[in-house]
């Protein structure tokens, strides 16, 4: 087990290279001149070079990589060209709420989508069958900031349950995180429960036609453990992988969100970033998050190692 | 999820991901396949590519029409098809049909709900919110445009390339690629927004630019596929050069894919259009954009609600039929396939409606059809089948009798041989014993007695505790038998816990044991082992553990070793004969190798097409058949065929249970058969003691016995 920890853990270096890479040649291209930018219109010459100097746009290309790559090994992501702000303390300070809304999403995602999957999976054709099925083609055209914007006019307009805006940190008050969280999660897990119930549903009904079913019935063990043991066990394990690939659709989709009750998360960061060209934190933005994606998938291929034997050495 | 390029995979509809094929992968995207497209289709329209999707080649007319009506059979397609145009010819028409001008302000009027002079209400700048939205209509299908256009513009040409030139360049892309999928697709965006700075038009050069990926890979794979085929080789012997290749041969053939893709993608960009200028990032004010409307009006949402309501239900209406359109798009191109969801339902009906009835009359039946002529089984028999029947209800409403009047007995410590050919109904029988018979069908007439007791009276909680403690059951396929994320000891030992209590750490314990039994090497690593881990041979040792481990008196097992290497199977075979001889217990071994039958079993029933044909010791069948079929079989064993004879076999094959023949079901293939054999259906008769045969002629043939 520890063996294949280490392997994926290996396996991440080429590829974070490569992301760290993409991210700073691509951005580092910009048209137009950040330290222009942010000198403001009556600027000296003299004062824009001191702006160059100070973004270190001065160096040539790949000496600006080699140095920002290297600080960044170190957790420095640069400074913002607009606020004296590190671009690592402000991801850091903003994380907490788009982490809290992916996290819970993924969860609740997760539990009711394979929940209805075998709900479904057990009673084809019954009400929650339909209706998981109705939902899903729905959440296909319905994105989540939309399902959030209409969440918000029910349940926090209409009829005043939950906050409609804001955010208030964990470690100051979990009944307000937890007040403040339904409503975004809800919105976002949406979908990717209807996807998920779909996957489990279609998986579970292949399991069930396989030959150590019928194995395990002639072993005469009761229908409870055939379904659990045997059939849920074996389905879940396609699922890992579906679940896994959901969570970066979740990030994403958690940035949308956050916007529509506004949340001081990643999402507002990176567009205020965008907005204002300000590279650093863009640069610093994305390679964070693909630092995220990039262990949550590694996460997954050990989840998938401890429930799928075959891919477990042993 | 906010945006799904429809190749991801990972969509909530489950279904195959139309996106191109892995590297080396089939050519799936090419209905036409090798040589399907006549080489030279130069300036062709899309129907005419998309009509030869339907599989005829050359015959674009009626592939053309098959299309359409493909798509007119799904009436939800067709009217989502006519709300697009519907939407479309607005769009181009706003300023005709728009009641105000979507720019003009009225801050007198504004944030209003709807009325009659405002139908859906006004923002909050008194603009008038259907103007409004008419305009948004406008914006989406620019976007769409901009974005579809630059991503093929884009994606297909470095797809062909990067397919064709393959190497270092393929590699460097594919890996891009890979990166950039592992990422959420908005952070992409942001990225690439960022670079080019936020604006409608530059947010979807950014979407295009993403979305062009997905035609890179879907052409790669098309390509690289296409390499592998016959007709680009010919091409190339001929010695077009390999532009002209691509473009004449590649490209018509994945056309059709490409059209599923680009329908499959537009919901994708009206998806991601809404989203960015929700964020700011594409439209601007005051430009009308569905997106930005949502934005604006949640601003304002505690003053005036309504405002949400009108863009997002026109967003979710819209990419809705977009998807449905897509969906029968890539159905009526893709491979042949018709509409599958309404046959679906119909075919489950039936059944389900008429399955009680229709089995209770074919009960009736076959009740009447008795064993009735020859001697019932000993009372001391260990299991005895009687005038077995199972039936299966039909689609059509009809039944499907696929088992009839099975009967035999398995006494204490005998091992009885169940023979026939592939389609005969043995493993039927088998399930029917154990009272696994995959639903909706039936025991519909006939009794299975084990040790006295009526299997099929007991009931279903009753049935499932013998099954593992009186009868263990072993199957073909050991490595599919058993369940792969299961240790072989949890596997083995579960029985005991479930039927007679045992510990976890005693049933560990009786599960090593048990491997030692069956000859497994080094059991107590092993029970620890998963299936994969095993090879075939010791794979189905462990299932015989696994079936013994309630110590059953009967094993059934269902061609054990036919799965298996010959030098494998004659271990298995000693092995199942020392069991039963060290724990008295009877085998019902079902096979279709009469020499497994010669070397295992003390006696043998005969089956064909459903029913026992013959029944006596192996002895006695093999010098002194009976009936033709088993002659036939004798015959056609590799043992009974002298050295440079050629294998002898019996012409023709067992017919499928709703072509069975009337009378004796053996007639067709039997070179004995007479006009009687055709109409009367034939009864068990009995001749000599202890061998029983169905054949009217049994007494006058002379049968040809094994050498």
């Known amino acids: ?100 809304i992916t996290i819970l999403a993924t969860i609740v995602g997760t539990v009711l989508g394979v929940g209805m999957g075998i709900v479904s999976a057990m009673r084809p054709n019954s009400l929650v069958d339909r209706t998981v099925t109705f939902i899903a083609s729905l959440s296909q055209a319905a994105p989540g900031f939309l399902i959030a914007i209409y969440l918000v006019l029910l349940f926090a307009i209409i009829w005043n349950l939950f906050p409609a805006t804001g955010y208030v940190p964990f470690t100051e008050s979990p009944y307000e995180w937890f007040r403040h969280l339904v409503l975004p999660v809800i919105a976002l897990s949406i979908a990717p429960a209807a996807g998920l119930s779909r996957q489990t549903r279609a998986s579970l009904a292949r399991t069930m036609g396989q030959d150590y079913i019928r194995t395990a019935n002639a072993k005469g063990l009761p229908r409870r453990r055939v379904m ?87 | 999820m906010s945006f799904t390029l429809p190749d991801g995979g990972s969509g909530p509809s489950g279904g195959p991901p139309p996106g191109g094929p892995p590297p080396g992968g089939m050519p799936g995207g090419m209905p036409g396949g090798p040589g399907g497209m006549p080489p030279g289709m130069g300036g062709i329209a899309p129907a005419d590519l998309v009509a030869s999707g339907g599989g005829t080649p050359y015959q674009t007319l009626s592939g053309r029409q098959r299309f359409w009506r493909r798509l007119r059979s799904r009436p939800e397609a067709m009217t989502a098809a006519a709300f697009l145009v519907f939407l479309v010819l607005v769009a181009i028409f706003a300023p005709q049909v728009a009641p105000k001008d979507p720019y003009d302000q009225n801050l007198r009027d504004n944030l209003q709900g709807p009325s009659s002079q405002y139908w859906l209400g006004t923002d909050q700048l008194g603009r008038d919110v259907l103007s409004r939205i008419i305009y948004g209509g406008r914006v989406a299908i620019q976007s769409m445009m901009i974005a579809t256009v630059i991503s093929a513009v884009i994606g297909v040409p470095i797809g062909i390339a990067i397919g064709f030139i393959g190497g270092w360049l393929d590699r460097i892309v594919m890996r891009i690629l890979e990166v950039l999928y592992a990422l959420p697709q908005l952070v992409v965006l942001i990225a690439i927004i960022g670079i080019m700075g936020p604006g409608l038009r530059n947010a979807m050069i950014a979407l295009g630019l993403f979305m062009s990926t997905a035609y890179i890979r879907l052409l790669r794979g098309e390509v690289l596929a296409a390499r592998e085929d016959l007709y680009v080789d010919s091409a190339r012997v001929i010695g077009s050069p390999t532009r002209k290749i691509m473009f004449k041969h590649v490209l018509p053939n994945v056309l059709p894919t490409l059209l599923v893709t680009m329908t499959l993608l537009v919901g994708a960009v009206l998806l991601a259009e809404a989203g960015l200028s929700f964020l700011g990032l594409g439209a601007q004010p005051p430009q009308a954009s569905w997106g930005a409307m949502l934005q604006e009006s949640l601003t304002y949402i505690g003053r005036q609600p309504f405002l949400a309501v009108p863009p997002g239900i026109i967003i979710v209406i819209t990419i809705m039929a977009v998807n449905l359109v897509g969906d029968a798009v890539r159905d009526s191109v893709g491979r042949g396939m018709p509409p599958a969801p309404p046959r679906r339902r119909r075919r489950q009906a039936v059944p389900e409606v008429d399955a009680e009835a229709i089995l209770a009359e074919a009960a009736k039946e076959l009740s009447a059809f008795g064993s009735a002529r020859f001697e019932r089984a000993p009372d001391t ?137 069956v000859g497994v090497p080094d059991p107590s690593r092993r029970v620890r082992a998963y299936p994969h881990e095993m090879s075939g041979g010791m794979a189905q040792r462990c299932m015989i553990a696994m079936a013994l481990a309630c110590e059953p008196k009967l094993l059934i097992a269902d061609e054990p070793t036919t799965a298996l290497d010959v030098t494998i199977q004659g271990q298995v075979l000693d092995l199942l004969r020392r069991l039963k001889d060290e724990l008295g217990m009877s085998i019902l071994f079902i096979t279709h190798d009469l020499g497994v039958v010669a070397e295992i079993c003390d006696r043998a029933a005969v089956m064909y097409a459903g029913q026992v044909v013959e029944q006596a010791t192996v002895n006695e069948l093999f010098t002194n058949p009976q009936h033709p079929y088993t002659e036939g079989l004798l015959r056609a064993m590799p043992q009974n065929t002298l050295m440079g004879e050629r294998l002898r076999t019996i012409p023709g094959q067992v017919p499928e249970p709703w072509a069975w023949p009337t009378g004796c079901r053996y007639h067709p293939r039997c070179p004995y058969a007479q006009d009687a054999c055709t109409s009367d259906s034939i009864d068990m008769q009995q001749l000599i003691p202890a061998h029983i045969v169905r054949c009217r002629r049994a007494e006058e043939l002379q049968l040809e016995a094994a050498q």
């Not at chain 1, 294949?4 to 590829?15: A, E, K, Q, S």
């Not at chain 1, 907005?275 to 995220?292: K, M, S």
């Not at chain 1, 989840?303 to 042993?314: D, E, H, I, L």
């Open chain 1, 228 to 314: 659990i043991r045997h059939a849920l066990r074996n389905a879940l394990i396609p699922i890992v992988t579906v679940v896994g690939l959901q969570i970066a659709g979740l990030l994403g989709g958690a940035l949308l969100v956050e916007r529509v009750f506004a949340i001081p998360g990643l999402g507002s960061l990176a567009l205020t970033a965008v907005q204002q060209r300000d590279i650093p934190v863009i640069q610093g933005f994305v390679l964070f998050t693909a630092v995220i994606i990039v262990l949550v998938n590694t996460a997954i291929d050990i989840v998938y190692g401890f429930v799928n034997p075959k891919v477990r050495p042993s």
């Open chain 1, 1 to 100: 087990m520890l063996k294949l920890i280490v392997t994926r853990l290996l396996g991440l270096i080429p590829l974070l290279f490569l992301v760290t890479f993409l991210t700073f040649f691509l951005l580092s291209v910009t048209p137009g001149d950040p330290a222009s930018t942010a000198c403001g219109t009556d600027c000296t010459q003299e004062q824009l070079d001191a702006k160059r100097a100070e973004f270190g746009l001065d160096k040539p290309l790949i000496g600006q990589y080699v140095t920002w790559l290297g600080n960044a090994l170190q957790g420095d992501l640069g400074e913002s060209y607009f606020s004296s702000q590190g671009v690592t303390d402000s991801i850091v300070s903003r994380f907490g709420a788009t982490l809290s």
């Open chain 2, 381 to 517: 028999a260990l299991l005895a089948v009687d005038g077995l029947s199972v039936s299966f209800p039909t689609p059509q409403g009809g039944v499907l009798t696929i088992l009839q009047g099975s009967t035999f007995h398995v006494m204490p410590g005998e091992t009885l041989g169940l023979v026939g050919e592939s389609g005969s109904g043995k493993s039927m029988t088998a399930l029917a014993v154990m009272g696994l018979i995959p639903s909706p069908g039936q025991v519909v007439a006939g009794s299975v007695k084990l040790n006295g007791i009526e299997l099929t009276e007991l009931s279903d909680n009753d049935l499932r505790k013998t099954r593992g403690t009186e009868i263990g059951m072993i199957f073909q396929d050991p490595m599919s038998s058993m369940n792969p994320s299961m240790t072989v000891g949890d596997q083995i030992g579960e029985a005991l816990r479930i039927h007679k209590g045992y510990s976890k750490k005693a049933a560990r314990e009786r599960a090593t044991d048990l491997l030692d039994l």
